[in-house]
């Protein structure tokens, strides 16, 4: 018997080489185009001249990964809103992942 554990350490995420792409045509299509592009590009314009001065992908996988989660969030919001919930005690999300961190 082996005292190795057979199992190894989970990769980082890392998304598909075209997700960027994909994010952004998704967003154009959205009800929130007008807001959610120009943040989108900004945001991702910022994590790509970190990426050069570090050399590091870490910032734009973060950037996908948190797009595709408003993205993949959008619906349950809209659904949370129209039924007049209150919203009035919100906390950032960003703000509770950027502790775990």
């Given at each position: ?20 792409a ?71 999300l ?8």
């Amino acid at each position: 018997m082996s005292a190795q554990p057979d199992h190894g350490p989970l990769a980082p995420y890392a998304p598909a080489p075209g997700a960027p792409a994909e994010l952004l045509a998704q967003l154009r299509a959205s009800d929130r185009a007008d807001r959610w592009v120009p943040a989108f590009e900004q945001e991702w314009t910022a994590a790509l001249e970190e990426s050069r001065r570090t050399f590091s992908l870490a910032g734009l996988y973060a950037v996908v990964q948190a797009w595709q989660a408003r993205i993949a969030s959008a619906p349950a919001v809209d659904a949370f809103l129209a039924a007049g919930r209150d919203d009035s005690d919100f906390v950032d999300l960003e703000e509770i992942r950027g502790r775990r961190r």
